[in-house]
T-cell receptor
Framework: DAKTTQPTSMDCAEGRAANLPCNHSTISGNEYVYWYRQIHSQGPQYIIH???NNETNEMASLIITEDRKSSTLILPHATLRDTAVYYC????????????FGKGTLLTVNP | GAVVSQHPSWVICKSGTSVKIECRSL??????MFWYRQFPKQSLMLMATSNEGSKATYEQGVEKDKFLINHASLTLSTLTVTSAHPEDSSFYICSALNWGANNEKLFFGSGTQLSVL
């Protein structure tokens, strides 16, 4: 699976949009971009995933560049409960669904 | 969404004893489950892939005789840490694959904190 690069940490003010970047320059054509987050001492929580088109759900939006070498997760109105480590993962899914977690980005939402 | 239950949430044991952790898919059948380990302030590290009815596939560097995995049914996988030592103290997390789910297919348990004294 392609490697991803994320900033170690980011801060965001409560109520503002949080934009979390991820670089995956070696992504191949059949690999999806997944985003998970982990709140302290809990299991990871799925947020969103996409292949090439931008995606939106009730939690977040995922913007993937046209060359697919990077993406941005957007939390439109961050709350204090969004403070967590956010992981960007590239995986082909299919029969090889095991996810390899990198170090992720610690997002701290400040009041 | 699909629910994965992990038990116990935390366990304290003496060095040299064995500890069993259960991972159950509550509302779906999971032929494939995964076991992860996470040390403080570090990321999740995949330990093994658990396949129902067959032997688990371990990642490089993970001792299969120390971390016994059994996936005897479509809704239950167990991880047994044998002869636990303080260095095995960690947060263990399981996940289960639900091919029948529409969008998200991998569901995680809430984790087990193991402390070996």
């Amino acid at each position: 699976d392609a490697k991803t690069t994320q900033p170690t940490s980011m801060d965001c003010a409560e109520g503002r949009a949080a934009n979390l970047p991820c670089n995956h320059s070696t992504i191949s054509g059949n690999e999806y971009v997944y985003w998970y987050r982990q709140i302290h001492s809990q299991g990871p929580q799925y947020i969103i995933h996409g292949l090439k088109n931008n995606e939106t759900n009730e939690m977040a939006s995922l913007i993937i560049t046209e060359d697919r070498k990077s993406s941005t997760l957007i939390l439109p109105h961050a709350t204090l409960r969004d403070t967590a480590v956010y992981y960007c993962i590239v995986n082909s899914g299919g029969s090889n669904y095991k996810l390899t977690f990198g170090k992720g980005t610690l997002l701290t939402v400040n009041p | 969404g699909a629910v994965v239950s992990q038990h116990p949430s935390w366990v304290i044991c003496k060095s040299g004893t064995s500890v069993k952790i259960e991972c159950r898919s509550l509302d779906f059948q999971a032929t494939t489950m995964f076991w992860y380990r996470q040390f403080p302030k570090q990321s999740l590290m995949l330990m093994a892939t658990s396949n129902e009815g067959s032997k688990a596939t371990y990642e490089q560097g993970v001792e299969k005789d120390k971390f016994l995995i059994n996936h005897a049914s479509l809704t239950l996988s167990t991880l047994t840490v044998t002869s636990a030592h303080p260095e095995d103290s960690s947060f263990y997390i399981c996940s289960a694959l639900n091919w029948g789910a529409n969008n998200e297919k991998l569901f995680f348990g809430s984790g087990t904190q193991l402390s070996v004294l």
